[in-house]
């Protein structure tokens, strides 16, 4: 099976993207990433849903999900100064928007290898990416548990 086929579209659409690109490319596009990353929505954090942190990441990371009829989105507050990071969070902001929650826990752990981020990203910001795809997981995994 294809692993592009587990993803939602516009996440796979977005992976393509950064396929066909190369390294400075990728770069260039994860910081243009960066600066679409939508801000968190003034008072989402507590009739929503809770914070999230993601401790192991370097970077400090706050994840919040939205619940809509059974589809989720996700505001990330990421300080400016890391813009690595803000674009992977913008990424999977874009690409998981409105995706039930079933459709954020088939997605693979190690999405960001089908982006190529490995090629221009520290091992330690790697981490990072790994612990958010995790934290955004388990709040799927807690959204499709609480509908039940």
């Known amino acids: ?19 066909l690109s190369d390294r400075q ?13 939508l801000p968190v929505p003034e008072g989402l954090a507590e009739p929503i849903s809770q914070p999230e ?12 999900m939205h619940t809509q009829q059974g589809r989720l989105r996700f505001y990330f507050d990421i300080p400016p100064e890391a813009p690595t990071i803000r ?4 990424i999977l902001q874009q ?18 290898l089908g982006l190529g981020l490995h ?3 520290t091992p330690q910001r790697l981490n990072g990416l790994i612990a958010i795809m995790a934290h955004i997981k388990r709040l799927a995994s807690h959204a499709l548990t609480s509908s039940s």
Do not use: N, Q
């Open 1 to 19: 099976m294809d692993r592009s086929t587990l993803l939602p579209p516009r996440l796979a659409e977005i992976l393509d993207d950064f396929a």
């Open 25 to 37: 490319e990728k770069m260039e596009l994860l910081l243009e990433f960066s600066a679409s990353l």
């Open 53 to 64: 942190s993601v401790p192991e990441c370097m970077t400090p990371v706050t994840v919040y």
């Open 87 to 90: 674009g992977y969070a913008a």
């Open 95 to 112: 690409g998981l928007w409105d995706t039930p929650p079933e459709g954020v826990l088939r997605i693979p752990d190690d999405f960001y």
């Open 119 to 121: 090629y221009i990203l």
